[in-house]
Each structure stands twice: as structure tokens, then as C-alpha cells.
């Protein structure tokens, strides 16, 4: 396990540093400036922004000194937000992120378990057919169309949610409220996913020698199906776990868009609109290791439920 460990912590960092070297090149070749706005500098009010940011030196240069700036956690300045650096742009709005992520997380498994559960229990009857055709739905409408529909509904007509905002108050219930929204939008998609994962993985356990043995000492149904067979058919979905939380997080951008929640997809567009160097790297920097760092974790997770996967 330890050997394990090392070795995906030593690709993970390798992984980092050339998504941060593409990322460097990208932007520097990029049409544009950071310093380009409607309001033209004078030539030396420009040569003076130009070497306060280091972008008078060498590319060279400017890479060694980015890549030092990484190693002792500095992301850098921000070229248009120039009173702050992105430290503190991205960290305010990343736990706004991760907690939209992980109440998007928690809809996804508590909507998707369960539907995939029944339809493999309901196997080509009519709740298979209803559930199955939820997955579809999930699978084919973009969370850039569902987010609005969702605010028409329930927000416009019924009047039962806020339309916009982010939580004031976590003791609130009426402020939680302005949480299900966007939370569902982000994750009806992995809905559909994992429902049809665990309909797999149920109904190839579900076939297996020792369910026919459980079944034959006498135990019930739902004893056989949650303690026996959902140990082993889960894994698929397991599996999914990983990239299905660093997509919900990473993935956030529309729906913050759409909810109006100050979460770092809104930083990551205004950062591409406006070339900000900084921004842009600082953002996908914590995105690719929020990517690197659940797969890991899924791995080891995998490993542990299904003893068949050797962790060497």
C-alpha cells in the first residue's frame, strides 16, 4: 500500500508540473495581453506594469520564477485584479465550490443508488422502465438547460425557491433552500450515471453463487440484496466515484453561472475573458489536483471493498 501511495504521489506531481508547463506556454502564446483594456497606457505607464509582472523578462524567466512561486504555495498576482493575488481569489471561492460540490455528491449517490437498486429489483417491469427513462433524461439534458427550466418551475411558477444567491446563513432553512436548486442541476446527470451503474452491477451479483446460497438459508430478500449483494455491486460505481466528484466540482461553472453563486468557476471564465494569467493557471492548478487527488482516493477505496484488487 505504501509503495503504492508514493508511486501515484510521484506521477500526481509529475502530472502537475506538465499541466502547469502546457498552461504557462498556452497563455503566454495566446492572443492578447493581461495589460490590453479599452483605456491605452502610455508607453511608460505600460513598461512599468510590464515589469512589476516580470513580463519584460525572458519566458525562461518568467516560468522559473512562476514554477518557485508554486513549490511555496504562492499561485502568484492577479493581472486584473491587481490589489489581490489569486491566493485570495481562489480559496474564498473554492470552499464555495466544494461545498456546492459535495451537496451535488450527496444528490447524486442518494438519487442514484436507490433508482438503480430498484430497477434491478423491478428487472423489466415497469419501475425498470420509469427508472431507466430518468437515466436517459439525465444522460440527454445539459445542466445548462435544466438549471433555467428549474428556475422557471419552481422559482417563477411556484414560487417555492430563490432564483439566485448563495446562503447567507447555515442555520437558516431558508437560506439552505437556495442550495437544492444547484445542487440537483449539478448533479441529475451523475443521477443517471450511477443508477445505471448500480442496475449493472446489481443484476450481474445478483446471479452469483453464493446469493443463490444466502437466498437458500432462508435470509430475506432485502437482507440478500443490501448486506450480500450490494458489497460487490456497488464497485462499478464505486469506480465512478472518483471522476464523478472532480467533475461535479470542476464542472460547476454553468451552474454557477446560471444560480449567480460566487463559487471559482466564476473566477476561471472572468480570468479567460480578461487573460489573467495568474487566475487562469491558479484555477486549473486546483482543479487538476482535485482531479488527481479522488481518483487516488478512489483507488484505495476500490481496493478496500473488493478484496480481489491488489494494492502492491
Keep these: 500500500m505504501t509503495g503504492f501511495l508514493l508511486r501515484r504521489a510521484v506521477a500526481g506531481v509529475l502530472t502537475l508540473f506538465v499541466i502547469a508547463t502546457l498552461c504557462f506556454l498556452i497563455s503566454r502564446f495566446a492572443p492578447g495581453s493581461p495589460i490590453t483594456s479599452e483605456k491605452q497606457h502610455l508607453p511608460e505607464v505600460k513598461a512599468n506594469i510590464e515589469r512589476h509582472y516580470w513580463l519584460d523578462r525572458p519566458l525562461y524567466v518568467q516560468y522559473g520564477r512562476t514554477l518557485l512561486g508554486y ?42 443508488v436507490p433508482l438503480g437498486l430498484l430497477s434491478a429489483a423491478c428487472q423489466n417491469r415497469w419501475p425498470d422502465y420509469l427508472s431507466m427513462s430518468v437515466a436517459i433524461g439525465g444522460i440527454c439534458i445539459p445542466n445548462f438547460l435544466l438549471g433555467p427550466l428549474l428556475v422557471l418551475a419552481f422559482c417563477f411558477l411556484f414560487s417555492w425557491f430563490e432564483p439566485a444567491g448563495w446562503p447567507a446563513s447555515w442555520t437558516d432553512l431558508g437560506e439552505l433552500k437556495r442550495l437544492l436548486l444547484p445542487s440537483f442541476t449539478l448533479a441529475f446527470i451523475h443521477v443517471a450515471y450511477i443508477s445505471r451503474l448500480t442496475r449493472a452491477g ?45 467533475l461535479i466540482v470542476t464542472g460547476s461553472i454553468v451552474v454557477e453561472k446560471v444560480f449567480d453563486i460566487p463559487g471559482l468557476g466564476q473566477h476561471f471564465v472572468k480570468a479567460a475573458l480578461n487573460r489573467d494569467y495568474g487566475l487562469v493557471m491558479g484555477t486549473v492548478l486546483v482543479y487538476s489536483t482535485l482531479v488527481i487527488v479522488f481518483n487516488l482516493a478512489v483507488d484505495i477505496l476500490y481496493g478496500i471493498l473488493d478484496p480481489r484488487v491488489r494494492i502492491q
Design 71 to 112: 513549490f511555496r504555495g504562492d499561485l502568484g498576482p492577479s493581472f486584473y485584479y491587481r490589489d489581490r493575488t489569486v491566493n485570495d481569489l481562489v480559496w474564498p471561492a473554492f470552499r464555495v465550490s466544494i461545498v456546492l460540490g459535495c451537496a451535488g455528491f450527496v444528490v447524486a449517490v442518494l438519487l442514484g
Design 202 to 246: 446489481m443484476l450481474d451479483v445478483m446471479n452469483k453463487d453464493y446469493i443463490r446460497t444466502a437466498r437458500a438459508k432462508g435470509l430475506a430478500e432485502p437482507a440478500v440484496v443490501l448486506k450480500h449483494g450490494l458489497k460487490n455491486g456497488i464497485t462499478p460505481v464505486v469506480s465512478y466515484l472518483g471522476p464523478m466528484t472532480a
